[in-house]
Structure formats: structure tokens, C-alpha cells
């Protein structure tokens, strides 16, 4: 199965090599590559976005503030520069955090736990609850 994605970046150079590296994994589909949250959010209303990968420190609208906005957001892994988001971005149920600059390694990394957990998602309640022994 493909998992859709968009990718969301203000940086050029630093867009450019995120999508190149979306682009080699094979469980991913890069529907959009956009410069800022307010473009995000206009894709997300309109199309089924399984994954998102944000940069939080945007112009406009930033990754924590598109987040936030959103009713029933898809899975998000945050990439930035900075550590000092990642408790905040933990408590609004991302999925992962990846510190700039980006190696492939760790990129995989945080594509396989998203797709771990959108596989877990789409489980039966019954797949899911763990099994107690019987007397």
C-alpha cells in the first residue's frame, strides 16, 4: 500500500531535498510539495493526506499552528531545526520529530513508525486489545 503525503517547507533548498528523499521511499506518494501551512491546510480540505511532514517555523501559518487547527488531522512528523518544539509537538500526538538536517536513515525511520501506526489504526478493536490468558 501507498501512503499519501505532502511535504511542508518555506525553505527552498531544504524542500527540494526533503521531497528527493520522500521520493525514494517506496511507501510514499508526495501528492504536494508547499512553502507554507496556509497552502497545507487548503490541500488537506480538499484531499485525502494520509501523512504530513512540516516544518514548524514558517511564515504565515506554522507547522504547530496548522496542526492545531486542523479537526481530525493525518498523522504529522515535524522537521526542524530546533529541539525546544519537540515537547509541545509530542503532546499534540505527532508522530515523530526529526531534527534538520535530514539524513534518508532517519527519515525511513519515521515513515515506518507513521505507516506502523496508521496499519494499527485500520485494525479491528479486537486485532488490537491484547489477548489475557484463560483459566
Do not use: W
Not at 33 to 38: D, E, K, R
Not at 101 to 111: F, G, N, T, W
Amino acid at each position: 500500500m501507498k501512503y499519501r503525503c505532502i511535504l511542508v517547507e518555506d525553505n527552498i533548498l531544504e524542500r527540494d531535498s526533503m521531497e528527493l528523499k520522500l521520493r525514494k521511499i517506496d511507501s510514499l506518494v508526495v501528492k504536494a510539495s508547499v512553502t507554507n501551512g496556509l497552502e497545507a491546510m487548503s490541500i488537506l480540505k480538499t484531499g485525502q493526506i494520509d501523512i504530513v511532514f512540516s516544518d514548524i517555523d514558517m511564515p504565515e501559518l506554522s507547522g504547530l499552528e496548522l496542526l492545531r487547527s486542523l479537526n481530525h488531522p493525518p498523522v504529522f512528523i515535524f522537521i526542524s531545526s530546533h529541539t525546544h518544539h519537540a515537547a509541545e509537538s509530542f503532546e499534540l500526538n505527532v508522530i515523530d520529530y526529526i531534527v534538520k538536517p535530514v539524513k534518508l536513515e532517519r527519515l525511513i525511520k519515521a515513515v515506518d513508525k507513521a505507516v506502523e501506526y496508521l496499519k494499527m489504526r485500520t485494525l479491528p478493536a479486537s486485532d488490537v486489545q491484547p489477548k489475557l490468558p484463560t483459566s
